[in-house]
């Protein structure tokens, strides 16, 4: 039936997607169940205003639905999902002139800073530790921490992270190698202690 979704026959993304496509309001509801939280996340990582950035995700959410009909048929759907949410808020941000002139998607500001949980620091020493590769991650420019942000915490690869920043494949490259490269002159430690923070 047309709102019903099989879990035994439907369980990725391009099939749920198919079936949004076609008017199925349960794989919507799926989708949004799945997504909401981790799109909301990246919003307050590109903007301080929670509630307009819970907004601006419903209304992604609610312009899939309602333009299904023309999206295309073969999309990465979480990066499409986080290509549109950042997308929305740039716009917001030119109208509501939260920042002076803004004319692209580029010039947003990353706002998140990496740090490690506290319950995740077992002894001084790594604590002190994980304090000075915070410093070194939040020294990073904006563009850098987001295509980790992305990278990282959001299971994205190179071609999706392009997509996302509306750069090229070998920008996005350029952006996460730069990164590591300064990490690693920054920083020489755990391995462990740098997935911790990012895949925070």
């Known amino acids: 039936m047309k709102n019903q979704v099989s879990q035994k026959n439907i369980l990725n993304d391009d ?19 799945k997504y909401y939280n981790c799109l909301v996340q990246y919003a307050n990582t590109l903007s301080p205003f929670s509630e307009k950035n819970q907004d601006c995700v419903q209304d992604v959410f609610t312009d899939v639905w309602i333009y299904r009909n023309s999206l295309s048929e073969t999309v ?16 917001l941000q030119q109208r509501d002139k939260v920042f002076n002139r803004s004319k692209s998607v580029d ?3 990353f706002l998140l800073d990496f740090s490690v949980e506290q319950q995740l620091i077992s002894d001084e020493l790594t604590a ?27 299971s994205l690869n190179i071609d999706e992270i ?9 920008s996005a490259s350029n952006l996460l190698h ?19 923070l990012l895949l925070k």
């Not at 997607?17 to 349960?26: M, P, Q, R, S």
């Not at 000075?132 to 990282?152: D, G, I």
């Not at 392009?162 to 070998?170: D, K």
């Not at 990164?179 to 391995?191: H, T």
């Open 162 to 170: 392009a997509v996302i920043l509306n750069v090229n494949y070998q």
């Open 76 to 91: 990465v759907v979480k990066a499409y999902l986080l290509s549109s949410v950042r997308k929305r808020i740039v716009r």
């Open 178 to 196: 730069r990164a590591l490269v300064y990490i690693r002159k920054g920083w020489n430690g755990a391995l462990l202690l740098l997935t911790m």
């Open 15 to 33: 099939e749920l997607w198919v079936e949004l496509k076609a008017g199925n309001e349960k794989a919507f509801s799926i989708l949004f169940k």
């Open 128 to 154: 002190n530790r994980a304090m000075k590769l915070n410093k070194v991650l939040n020294k990073l420019p904006a563009r850098q921490k987001e295509a980790l942000y992305l990278r990282y915490h959001n």
């Open 107 to 109: 010039d947003s500001v």
